[in-house]
């Protein structure tokens, strides 16, 4: 049973590019979870996803990101006209219950 | 909104010493879980803690929970090299999705 698959793994984008980050939760999950970690701080949250549905996105940016569950296919988090300020480590968790199991996670630097 | 406040935010250890972190929150919690995170790498779930003054062990580590609620404690005893990282608490807010402490960054020294 693989874990919860994140992909890439590293991304680098200029100012103003546009970034598309992947996520597949573990089989048998259907609820998906964006978090975003600047470095040397904590996880922020910043939407919640089941198939086709957006459950919480009160921690998503008003402008630039949005998120996506389709029925097939990873969950997408795509981040338009990326600024220095959105350089960070993005991670997905994909959830049965209680517990969250994490991704490796997507290391974004924007130059 | 939600405040967990974690404590310390750095510790550094001499191998075979003991390490204590500390969560609080201002309001009541349903539940709390820990977390660990290695340098690089990403958060991994421990534990949760439910009930009032609930205290579980996994081999060195002990949780507890406080008995009104608000606070937590992770303790690990004769800490070894391979404790290195950052220990979050987590609660849980809204639709199931997690709010986290400020992490506690353990240094364990040889």
């Known amino acids: 049973n693989a874990g919860v698959m994140q992909n890439p793994r590293h991304l680098v984008r200029r100012r103003g590019q546009e970034a598309r980050l992947r996520c597949s939760p573990m089989?048998?999950?259907?609820?998906v979870y964006w978090y975003r970690q600047l470095p040397e701080e904590g996880l922020k949250f910043m939407v919640y996803?089941?198939?086709?549905?957006?459950?919480?996105e009160s921690g998503m940016p008003k402008e630039r990101f949005s998120a996506e569950f389709p029925k097939e296919g990873p969950s997408i988090l795509r981040i338009q006209q990326v600024v220095r300020g959105d350089s960070a480590a993005y991670f997905c968790?994909?959830?049965?219950?209680?517990?969250?199991?994490f991704g490796p996670g997507t290391r974004l630097t924007v130059l | 909104g939600q405040q967990v406040m974690q404590i310390p935010q750095y510790q550094h250890v001499q191998e075979g010493e003991d390490f204590t972190t500390y969560c609080n929150s201002s309001?009541?919690?349903?539940?709390i879980q820990w977390y660990k995170q290695r340098p690089g790498g990403h958060p991994v779930f421990l534990i949760q803690?439910?009930?009032?003054?609930e205290v579980k062990k996994q081999k060195r580590l002990t949780f507890q929970f406080g008995e009104a609620k608000k606070n937590s404690s992770l303790h690990i005893t004769a800490t070894q090299t391979t404790d290195v990282g950052t220990y979050f608490c987590?609660?849980?807010?809204?639709?199931?999705?997690?709010?986290f402490g400020t992490g506690t960054r353990l240094t364990v020294i040889p």
């Open positions: 968790a994909s959830s049965p219950r209680d517990e969250q199991f």
């Open positions: 089989k048998g999950h259907s609820h």
């Open positions: 996803l089941q198939k086709e549905n957006i459950i919480d």
């Open positions: 309001t009541t919690l349903s539940n």
């Open positions: 803690l439910v009930k009032s003054g």
């Open positions: 987590a609660v849980q807010t809204g639709a199931n999705n997690l709010f």
